[in-house]
């Protein structure tokens, strides 16, 4: 299924992207306005009306698509403009807006705990964080995909309404994680007035839905971190006991840890433990 959705989202931005440039050049009539206007037709397509100064043939400046119900839509032109100023927000919405922020938080403050400086690489710890956000994210996404990419995709929605649906299922995914403390801490900061969570904005939801995650990634960090320093001190005090005090405690404690990593099947834990704590 999420093969498929993405799939479907690189034809329906290929299409998009593709589309203007199939249009017909036209002779040069400088300084010449145009305005053309189509009927609606029997099967209900909506009136277009073309509004632009021609000089030269090409894409008009301005496109508007008049729907049988009253409702307008932008040219292809602008919605080219519109996707590709969205797809520049794209990483901070990954790394803000989705799970990605705690996964990627906890597994440093793991390498950082077994004392091991590249291994996992960064690479590899992002890959992890990556592909389990992707599977955290799935219901989400698959809401995503069927009350709005598709719909407008079918042309059944327009733009501006298949955006407002996009934002539902990933507000209330944002809103189960962010804790109440926070999220009045930046309704108050913004001046805002809301008598339920769901009428937050997001401009306000967002940087509190990241503070929540936070906290919670250094808590979960923190109980990583005590078997790890328990290792830690006893190795040091038993190498001062026998006045080994040259030798490194940090080099002598990482085959410990990497064994008690190993034996408690560690990585299961803490993926399917992350995965969990978004359920």
């Given at each position: 299924m999420t093969i498929r959705m993405l799939l479907a989202a690189w034809v329906w931005v290929a299409a998009t992207l593709f589309t203007p440039f199939a249009v017909a050049e036209q002779e040069a009539t400088p300084a010449q306005e145009s305005i053309t206007t189509e009927s609606i037709s029997e099967s209900g397509e909506a009136a277009r009306l073309d509004v632009g100064r021609n000089t030269g043939g090409g894409i008009p400046a301005v496109t508007?698509?008049?729907n049988p119900d009253g409702s307008e839509d932008y040219s292809v032109t602008l919605q080219i403009l519109a996707i590709m100023t969205a797809l520049g927000f794209l990483p901070a919405v990954v790394i803000l807006m989705t799970s990605f922020t705690r996964i990627v938080v906890v597994m440093a403050i793991l390498r950082q705990a077994m004392?091991?400086?590249q291994t996992p690489s960064n690479?590899?710890?992002i890959g992890i964080a990556m592909f389990l956000t992707l599977f955290i994210m799935s219901p989400v996404i698959d809401r995503m995909n069927t009350e709005a990419i598709q719909p407008y995709i079918n042309e059944q929605v327009t733009a501006r309404e298949a955006f407002d649906r996009v934002q539902v299922p990933l507000r209330e995914f944002m809103l189960?994680?962010?804790?109440?403390?926070?999220?009045e801490t930046f309704v108050n900061m913004s001046?805002?007035?809301?008598?339920?969570p769901e009428q937050v904005p997001m401009t306000v939801l967002i940087p509190a839905f990241v503070t929540s995650e936070l906290k919670t990634a250094f808590q979960i960090g923190f109980m990583l971190f005590l078997p790890f320093l328990v290792i830690d001190l006893v190795v040091a005090s038993v190498l001062m006991a026998?006045?080994?005090m040259m030798l490194s405690p940090m080099i002598v404690s990482l085959p410990f840890k990497l064994m008690l990593f190993v034996l408690v099947d560690g990585w299961n834990l803490i993926l399917s433990t992350l995965a969990a704590s978004f359920g």
């Open positions: 508007m698509r008049v004392g091991l400086q690479q590899v710890i189960r994680q962010t804790r109440v403390k926070d999220l001046g805002a007035q809301v008598d339920e026998m006045g080994m």
